[in-house]
């Protein structure tokens, strides 16, 4: 586009860089201008001169995200010339560019897992841990690329990578990633039996990968290796499929979406949507407002049993059998109530079930504080059998809570395409 310009970005020099824009202050500007265009940036990211390219991202950032002609970005060109020590400048510069989608919306991070460079790979991660969310046009992720090339060391590292973050939802993240499908409807594991590539399969079954994930064609992987018997290695691939579970496509048939819409609504089921509904409606504010006040309400009720009116003691309460009644009653039922809202605003999750486990000893302590000073052996009885039943209730809903939330998520590839667009992985 611009001859003495392009020589600079050739040559790496940038004295020459900065007569050109004394000459003409908008020089670099005009390469805004087109969609699709060779930049100095380009220009110098394929001659390998780091510091020209440097400097032409510090006066027009925006250069390095443009494409030229053959989809391709400058971090790309460094890529394609294995200029790999500019490549980590330009991540140090900008982290986000290792998500800069090129031709066929191969990102960095597919490019050095298909080439089997390690260092950039576990760079890419470590500065952009969300890239390894990015897809390609066909919808393969980089496991998809690293099974797709044999490069196993490389899956070895981005196994490794999703099982030790600790980021926010990473638990998910790990699952998502694993089960993501491309335009065929493969998982890596599909993809790693049609490749013959049993060292793959072995490392995948050990992962949370589904192992009974069906594409497009209603296979699982068993039913793929079993059509390619044929090939070398498919007899050690079938062994592991099995011992570890492995089933046929034909044995799992769900009832289809549409089916199961029309079907009248359960009773449990009707408990877990009024129950989800409430939660959603409430938020994080009022949420955690509601906390400490429950939270002050159980304190309060458990301290009443431990200076309960008129001094406490057996023959203090069965003196007052009446009035011990009526004391009995509403400090067990806000007691419980509180619990029971603890309980409902908590997070959903892991850390739900760390905080039953303290919240059920203290309804423990409860219990047999109520115990001391009751005064009858009916008031024992009944103390003891109220906390029991609220337990038992408690697992009931939780069993209907997961059971629906099975029910979601086994249907929800149904819409997993339309999920690719709205929140899935980046395009």
């Known amino acids: 586009m611009n001859d003495p310009l392009n020589a600079?970005?050739?040559?790496?020099?940038?004295?020459?860089?900065f007569k050109l824009i004394q000459i003409d202050p908008y020089i670099l500007e005009r390469y805004n201008l087109i969609p699709f265009v060779d930049t100095p940036l380009h220009i110098a990211a394929a001659s390998g001169h780091t510091s020209f390219a440097t400097e032409i991202m510090r006066l027009k950032p925006s250069f390095a995200w443009k494409?030229?002609?053959?989809?391709?970005?400058?971090?790309?060109?460094?890529?394609?010339?294995?200029?790999?020590?500019?490549?980590?400048?330009?991540?140090?510069?900008?982290?986000?560019?290792?998500?800069?989608?090129?031709?066929?919306?191969?990102?960095?991070?597919?490019?050095?897992?298909?080439?089997g460079n390690f260092d950039l790979v576990v760079k890419f991660l470590f500065v952009c841990p969300g890239c390894i969310e990015d897809v390609t046009v066909r919808s393969e992720t980089a496991l998809h690329i690293a099974v797709k090339y044999k490069?196993?060391?490389?899956?070895?590292?981005?196994?490794?990578?999703?099982?030790?973050?600790?980021?926010?939802?990473?638990?998910?993240?790990?699952?998502?990633?694993?089960?993501?499908?491309?335009?065929?409807?493969?998982?890596?594991?599909?993809?790693?039996?049609?490749?013959s590539f049993p060292q793959a399969v072995g490392l995948l079954i050990d992962?949370?990968?589904?192992?009974n994930a069906k594409n497009l064609d209603e296979q699982t992987a068993l039913d793929i290796v079993e059509q390619i018997q044929s090939q070398v290695y498919s007899a050690e691939m079938k062994d592991m499929l099995?011992?570890?579970?492995?089933?046929?496509?034909?044995?799992?048939?769900?009832?289809p979406l549409h089916e199961e819409l029309q079907s009248k609504i359960t009773f449990n089921e009707r408990i877990a949507i009024c129950v989800t509904r409430l939660r959603r409606r409430i938020s994080s504010d009022t949420r955690n407002a509601l906390?400490?006040?429950?939270?002050?309400?159980?304190?309060?009720?458990?301290?009443?049993?431990?200076?309960?009116?008129?001094?406490?003691?057996?023959?203090?309460?069965?003196?007052?059998?009446?009035?011990?009644?009526?004391?009995?009653?509403?400090?067990?039922?806000?007691?419980?109530?509180?619990?029971?809202?603890?309980?409902?605003l908590m997070p959903?999750?892991?850390?739900?079930?760390?905080?039953t486990c303290p919240l059920a000893l203290f309804c423990g302590c409860y219990m047999f504080?109520?115990?001391?000073?009751?005064?009858?052996?009916t008031f024992g009885i009944v103390t003891v059998a109220i906390p029991c039943i609220l337990v038992a209730v408690y697992f009931w809903g939780a069993m209907i809570y997961i059971t629906l939330a099975q029910k979601v998520r086994m249907y929800g590839r149904e819409w997993e395409d339309v999920s690719k667009f709205s929140e899935g992985n980046k395009w």
């Not at 600079?8 to 860089?17: C, S, V």
């Not at 099982?163 to 493969?186: F, M, Q």
Request: glycine fraction near 6%; charge should be positive; include cysteine.
């Open 369 to 377: 504080s109520m115990l001391v000073i009751a005064p009858s052996y």
């Open 291 to 344: 906390l400490v006040v429950a939270i002050l309400f159980a304190t309060s009720a458990y301290e009443a049993t431990l200076n309960p009116p008129a001094g406490g003691g057996k023959l203090v309460m069965m003196k007052m059998h009446t009035y011990f009644l009526g004391f009995w009653s509403l400090n067990t039922f806000s007691f419980y109530v509180s619990i029971l809202m603890m309980c409902l």
């Open 67 to 115: 494409l030229n002609e053959y989809g391709l970005s400058p971090i790309h060109l460094a890529l394609q010339n294995k200029y790999h020590r500019m490549v980590c400048r330009f991540v140090d510069i900008n982290k986000d560019l290792v998500r800069v989608k090129g031709r066929e919306g191969l990102t960095p991070l597919h490019i050095a897992t298909q080439t």
């Open 8 to 17: 600079a970005a050739q040559m790496g020099d940038i004295d020459l860089l």
């Open 242 to 255: 099995i011992k570890a579970g492995a089933l046929h496509g034909f044995s799992l048939a769900p009832t």
């Open 207 to 211: 992962s949370n990968i589904d192992i």
């Open 151 to 195: 490069q196993f060391h490389v899956l070895e590292i981005l196994l490794g990578w999703l099982r030790r973050t600790c980021h926010r939802r990473s638990h998910h993240k790990e699952k998502r990633v694993l089960n993501w499908e491309d335009e065929a409807g493969n998982t890596i594991l599909h993809m790693s039996v049609l490749n």
């Open 348 to 355: 959903r999750g892991r850390i739900s079930v760390i905080v």
